[in-house]
């Protein structure tokens, strides 16, 4: 049966392109060509055709929420651009879109979009990642980074986050988002039913009114003296079934239960700050990490309180650990002080200043990486 097309362009040749390719195209009857988008979208919220062909313009953040919204009214949208940039395609696959085609259009890359929107694909990430924040010293920033990475990445992927507390039994995740939460991990582990997907949801607490979840660390000492190595693989498998991320912060120690977090992430945030004794601790976790057969890229060294002018470069750091440092995040101890201090995250301190970016970055670099492993 043909399908509804409508097309959203501005520039009047380039509008004359795609009529004349979609002339061929059987399984299609082109609807309504919009120049003005709220028309558009208007239209298409009440006549639901199946097909839109959404050319971007230099107005990047609007048309992206626009591809959301046609997205949300079950409209499969082919995003046209001129940048056609890696980061540009995924970022408007995340908002929605089934297809991306560059500008200028060639005939085939558009054909074979239509016939893609024909069949249903969704592009979300096959597997949950565990992404795992380390450091065997403590007070390196590993809450600061698995707080504002979690933040940032359900931002991003608006997909479902999840932010473990796992540095048992002085965790801190809770003071610095100034959440109280009423049930933590211990709930989980002791529910009788932890199947029961409802329940792992109400045991983390959401953060605000996004897709971030906190799961807390247990209050009392006590309540921490029996976890086992195996109740934390019980605890990630539950996890995985109802996050797409989940972020772990955890202890400085190297012991048979932050051995199991470890030995079942999928990715280690090694965290460091540049100094000598650090870089050497450092060394010997990349040591133990080889030894136990982890793989090169499971491990990212990210250099916390960086300073352009340090005695020590990063050149330096990566000669010495024999690896490339993968993000850098500079030191701001005005913002990130300030919003541990009111327990919010960085970017609501100040969105544009260079931590925030820098988390932005973090995320946005990560999850790039694993959605071109994923469409591989
Ligand atoms: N990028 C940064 N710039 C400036 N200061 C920072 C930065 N990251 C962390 N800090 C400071 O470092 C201190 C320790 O941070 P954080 O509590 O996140 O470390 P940690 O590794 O989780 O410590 P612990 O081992 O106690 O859990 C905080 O007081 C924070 O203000
Ligand atoms: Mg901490």
Redesign the pocket.
């Known amino acids: 049966m043909e399908k509804k097309l409508v097309i959203f362009e501005r520039e009047s040749e380039s509008k004359d392109i795609i009529l004349g390719y979609l002339n061929d195209c059987k399984i299609i009857k082109v609807d309504k060509i919009f120049d003005k988008y709220s028309d558009g979208l208007k239209y298409v919220k009440t006549n639901k055709p199946q097909i839109a062909i959404f050319s971007m313009t230099e107005d990047k953040h609007s048309c992206l929420k626009m591809i959301k919204r046609l997205t949300d009214f079950g409209v499969n949208v082919i995003a046209i651009s001129e940048d056609y940039t890696t980061s540009n395609i995924i970022q408007t696959l995340r908002y929605g879109a089934k297809d991306f085609v560059s500008k200028p259009i060639i005939k085939k890359d558009l054909l074979s979009a239509i016939s893609k929107c024909s069949k249903e694909e969704v592009k979300t990430l096959k597997k949950a990642q565990i992404i795992t924040i380390y450091?065997n010293?403590?007070?390196?920033?590993?809450?600061?980074?698995?707080t504002n990475l979690a933040v940032e990445l359900s931002k991003l992927t608006r997909e479902k986050v999840a932010l473990v507390d796992l540095?048992i039994p002085?965790?801190?995740i809770a003071t610095?988002l100034d959440l109280k939460p009423t049930l933590n991990i211990s709930d989980i582990i002791n529910n009788s039913n932890p199947e029961n997907k409802n329940f792992i949801m109400d045991a983390c607490q959401q953060y605000k009114d996004t897709e971030l979840y906190v799961l807390a660390e247990p209050p009392y000492i006590e309540q921490t003296k029996n976890l086992n190595p195996k109740q934390i693989i019980k605890l990630f498998e539950l996890l995985r079934n109802s996050f797409s991320y989940i972020i772990i912060?955890m202890?400085?120690n190297i012991d048979k239960l932050n051995m199991t977090i470890l030995d079942n992430s999928d990715i280690i945030l090694l965290?460091t700050v540049i100094n000598l004794p650090l870089i050497r601790n450092c060394q010997r976790c990349l040591d133990l990490f080889e030894s136990l057969k982890y793989t090169s890229s499971k491990i990212k060294i990210i250099v916390?309180?960086?300073l352009e002018n340090d005695e020590i470069t990063v050149d330096d750091v990566e000669k010495t650990l024999n690896k490339s440092v993968y993000w850098k995040?500079?030191?701001?101890?005005f913002?990130?002080?300030s919003s541990?201090n009111k327990g919010i995250p960085v970017s609501e301190i100040n969105e544009h200043s260079n931590?925030t970016e820098s988390f932005v970055g973090l995320a946005s670099k990560i999850t790039d990486e694993l959605f071109i492993e994923d469409i591989g």
């Open positions: 450091s010293k403590g007070g390196v920033g590993k809450t600061a980074v698995a540095n002085i965790g801190d610095f912060d202890g400085a965290t916390n309180r960086y995040v500079p030191n701001n101890y913002t990130v002080m541990i931590v």
